[in-house]
């Protein structure tokens, strides 16, 4: 049995009178690629939001990595070691790839003063994590791109950078809201390739998706949410021959013939 790294339990979260997550239990395990799919407006990206503390909880409770950490703050829950990447990419279009992804470090990286008191110590860390960022960015393709701007960069490439912002930390988690919306072919086939290497070193993922094809491919275990409610889970086999998937999907016109 691989042990559950995260558990989510009864977790809900209400706007008003939408129930955008009702009662959702997961396990999660550990060094796995998780999926979670569902139709638009579905609640995963809320789901995210409330596991990385973005939002409160309006009930359940998560624990991860043997901690509680319902409805803890973001900073927390980052230094926890589980850390995410936004559906609308959030970079900072005037810096460079490079400092993007530095940015993912800050925590990490000595302040000024403390850099003034340590001097050579603070020096080695920020060099170190240079050097672990140059790493990622040759992983994701991107060691040539380092000191462009990210704003010049074809779209399919930043939302790479995202994802070596996120990596920068060493999560021991990693969440995705659709990474692969926006990619074209053969960027949806790099990304599955990266997605395979993370998992081989042992990184736990959460690939919130809807690119089907990708999530056939990758997910070790897929859960659907609709309507804020988990309706089906299993690997993705069963998912797959699930009628109340297909039902889930049909109902919010899904193409079937795009995946
Ligand atoms: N901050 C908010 N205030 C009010 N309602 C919200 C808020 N965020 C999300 N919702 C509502 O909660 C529901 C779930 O939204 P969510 O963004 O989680 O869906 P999703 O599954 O990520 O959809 P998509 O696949 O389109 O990204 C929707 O009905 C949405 O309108
Ligand atoms: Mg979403």
């Known amino acids: 049995m691989?042990?559950?790294?995260?558990?989510?339990?009864?977790?809900?979260?209400?706007?008003?009178?939408?129930?955008?997550?009702?009662?959702?239990?997961l396990e999660i395990p550990a060094g796995r690629i998780f999926s979670v799919i569902g139709p638009n407006g579905a609640g995963k990206t809320t789901l995210i939001n409330l596991l990385t503390g973005i939002l409160a909880s309006s009930g359940g409770k998560v624990m991860f990595d043997g901690r509680?950490?319902?409805?803890?703050?973001?900073?927390?829950?980052?230094?926890?070691?589980?850390?995410?990447?936004?559906?609308?990419?959030?970079?900072?279009?005037?810096?460079?790839?490079?400092?993007?992804?530095?940015?993912?470090?800050h925590h990490l990286l000595p302040q000024s003063v403390w850099s003034a008191?340590?001097?050579?110590?603070?020096?080695?860390?920020?060099?170190?994590?240079?050097?672990r960022a140059l790493e990622l960015l040759a992983t994701?393709?991107?060691?040539?791109?380092?000191?462009?701007?990210?704003?010049?960069?074809?779209?399919?490439?930043?939302?790479?950078?995202?994802?070596?912002?996120?990596?920068v930390s060493q999560?021991?988690?990693?969440?995705?809201?659709?990474?692969?919306?926006?990619l074209n072919?053969?960027?949806v086939e790099r990304l599955r390739g990266i997605l395979e290497g993370l998992r081989a070193q042992g990184l736990t993922l959460v690939l919130v998706e809807h690119n089907m094809g990708l999530v056939m491919r990758v997910a070790d275990r897929i859960a659907v949410i609709n309507f804020g409610r988990k309706i089906?889970?299993?690997?993705?086999?069963?998912?797959?021959?699930?009628?109340?998937?297909?039902?889930?999907?049909?109902?919010?016109?899904?193409?079937?013939?795009?995946?």
């Open 117 to 131: 008191i340590l001097g050579g110590a603070a020096k080695r860390r920020t060099h170190e994590i240079r050097a």
């Open 140 to 167: 994701l393709g991107l060691t040539d791109d380092a000191e462009r701007l990210v704003g010049a960069l074809p779209y399919g490439r930043q939302r790479m950078v995202e994802i070596a912002r996120a990596l």
């Open 68 to 105: 509680d950490i319902t409805d803890s703050p973001a900073h927390l829950v980052a230094a926890a070691g589980m850390v995410r990447t936004f559906q609308n990419g959030r970079l900072f279009q005037r810096l460079t790839v490079m400092e993007n992804v530095l940015v993912g470090a």
């Open 232 to 259: 089906a889970e299993g690997n993705p086999a069963e998912v797959r021959a699930d009628p109340s998937v297909l039902e889930a999907y049909l109902g919010h016109g899904y193409r079937h013939a795009d995946h």
């Open 2 to 25: 691989t042990p559950t790294i995260l558990a989510i339990d009864g977790l809900s979260k209400n706007f008003g009178g939408v129930h955008a997550v009702q009662s959702v239990s």
């Open 185 to 187: 072919t053969g960027e």
């Open 171 to 182: 999560p021991t988690l990693l969440l995705l809201d659709e990474p692969a919306a926006g």
